[in-house]
């Protein structure tokens, strides 16, 4: 059966970090992607959505010094992980991007805080950066790959439920939609996501 699987990048890497251990590399990815295929199937497509680090300069919350995103060991990995997808013929890469949407107190200065109340420092924010485009292109590839079924069977991974509309459109085209990913993952999926897949495929 011809096949094509769609990965929402955010949501592989971390699938994929509890399975190995550490964030993957592009090679690992694309085994990932070999290992989750049936022996019926065919590969025809592997789409890959992800976001380029954001590299702007922004204001600390505490300090009110600026911050540069690009000064950072983060960006520096996610540049050269960007850089090797679109290297490996293996992936169509689709491009969004991340924006920045304010700062967030971590959790564990949260619960330090309510244990001893005391001063805030710019290390107890993490930044609220969101991803841009990424849900829009996956829809719409989801949906011209079922227009004239072009395949059969798409291998979807992700846990947004923001996908169910077309989702539902893929199998209205007898196009088979199986949902990629592991026990964990599944356990946190709201379950009107779960029923909109064809099924799904614990990796």
């Known amino acids: 059966m011809d096949t094509a699987i769609l990965l929402d990048g955010d949501f592989t890497r971390r699938l994929l970090k509890r399975r190995i251990g550490h964030l993957p590399s592009v090679p690992e990815i694309e085994q990932f992607c070999k290992s989750a295929l049936k022996p019926e199937e065919i590969l025809l497509k592997t789409h890959f959505y992800d976001c380029p680090p954001f590299g702007e300069k922004k204001t600390l919350p505490v300090s009110r010094k600026h ?82 079924r072009r395949i059969g069977r798409i291998l979807l991974a992700t846990s947004d439920a923001d996908f169910i509309p077309a989702i539902h459109f893929a199998k209205s ?13 599944v356990r946190r999926t709201k379950s009107t996501l779960l029923k909109a897949f064809s099924s799904h495929r614990i990796v």
């Not at 540049?79 to 991007?97: A, D, T």
């Not at 971590?106 to 244990?115: A, D, M, N, P």
Request: charged residues 25%; aromatic residues 8%; proline residues 4%.
């Open 173 to 185: 085209c007898k196009v088979e939609v199986i949902l990629l990913s592991d026990v964990a993952a």
């Open 67 to 148: 911050h540069d995103f690009t000064a950072t060991s983060v960006h520096s990995r996610a540049i050269e992980f960007q850089k090797s997808l679109m290297e490996n013929p293996f992936f169509v890469y689709r491009r969004g991007h991340l924006s920045f949407d304010g700062w967030i107190l971590k959790e564990s200065s949260v619960k330090r805080l309510l244990k001893t109340p005391g001063p805030l420092s710019d290390e107890d924010f993490d930044p609220v950066l969101s991803q841009k485009q990424v849900d829009m292109k996956i829809g719409l590839d989801v949906a011209k790959l079922s227009i004239g």
